[in-house]
Every structure is written in structure tokens, then in C-alpha cells.
């Protein structure tokens, strides 16, 4: 009996992938799934998923029985209806343990910050800053714009005066 169990499970598991699904519900299922091609399997739901070699592990199949009797198969993590496997070994991540300890610890933190002022306050001339100096400019711009218009508008007024003065002497003539 020993035995066909073991050539039955050998049988079982030819060109055959043994697939974990994580489900949305956050539940896991496993899927002993045919191979359709050199790149993808279907599983029980039709759902089409790719195979990666890069991110295939091994296990053991069928659960449950010793491990004498089970035999080692490619193992594949899914997401249900993701196509791509995923590896949980190599999950790249923008953050690392050590990076969130540095992250969370208050003495880092007061580092980061007056790093970031002492920064910020490289780029001061003579006591102020930068946007002060531009602010300053913009103002003697502005009041220079203002000077001239006014001295426009003076000089326009004063010779409408004196265009009137010769229409007066010209009808007087």
C-alpha cells in the first residue's frame, strides 16, 4: 500500500506546479495546478498566472503526510488575480528594518532637522536670506515702474496743456 501511495504521488506531481493564493479575503489557498505552457499555468478558477523561475521555491505535496511519502514539487506565491508570483525572500522594500529604527528614533530625528536648518541657513548674505533680497528687488522694481508711469502721465498732461494753449492762439489768429 506503502508504495502506490508513493508512485501515485509521483504520478500526481508531474509537470505540475504546487501554487499558494492569497485570497482578498486575507486567506490563503494551494492549488496543485497543471503546467499549460513554458510560461504559465490556469488555475481551478480559469484565472491565467505566470510562471517565474527566478521566484520559484520547493515543497513538499501532498500536506499532511509523512514527509517519506511526499514529494518535493516547484512552489509558487500568488495574489489571487495578480498574474506575476511574487517572492517573499526577496521583497525589495523602501524601507529596512535598520532604516525604520533610525526612522523612529527621536535622537535621529533631532539630527535630521537641524541638519536640514543648518541647510537652509547656507544660503544667507549678510544676515538675510535669499528671498528677502528678492522680495527688496521686486519693491525697488515696482516703485521705479511706478516713477517713471507717474512722470509719463505728467509729461502727457503737461503737453495736452500746451496743444490746448496753441489751439487757443491758432483760433485767435
Do not use: C
Not at 19 to 36: C, D, G, H, K, S
Not at 136 to 141: Q, R
Amino acid at each position: 500500500v506503502m508504495g502506490l501511495t508513493v508512485f501515485w504521488i509521483r504520478r500526481k506531481v508531474v509537470n505540475k506546479i504546487y501554487a499558494y493564493f492569497i485570497e482578498p479575503n486575507r486567506q490563503i489557498t494551494r492549488e496543485l495546478i497543471p503546467v499549460a505552457g513554458s510560461d504559465k499555468v490556469t488555475s481551478k478558477d480559469g484565472g491565467d498566472y505566470m510562471i517565474s523561475p527566478s521566484r520559484t521555491m520547493w515543497s513538499k505535496w501532498p500536506p499532511g503526510l509523512p514527509t517519506w511519502a511526499q514529494e518535493t514539487v516547484p512552489t509558487l506565491l500568488y495574489s489571487r488575480n495578480n498574474v506575476e508570483p511574487f517572492d517573499p525572500a526577496n521583497r525589495d522594500s523602501i524601507i529596512t528594518a535598520q532604516s525604520l529604527r533610525a526612522i523612529t528614533d527621536e535622537g535621529m530625528l533631532r539630527a535630521t532637522w537641524k541638519d536640514a536648518h543648518e541647510a537652509a541657513n547656507e544660503g544667507k548674505i549678510l544676515g538675510r536670506n535669499w528671498t528677502t533680497w528678492m522680495i527688496l528687488g521686486n519693491l525697488l522694481i515696482t516703485a521705479g515702474l511706478a516713477f517713471v508711469l507717474w512722470l509719463v502721465f505728467d509729461t502727457q498732461s503737461e503737453s495736452s496743456i500746451n496743444v490746448q494753449e496753441l489751439l487757443d492762439i491758432v483760433k485767435g489768429l
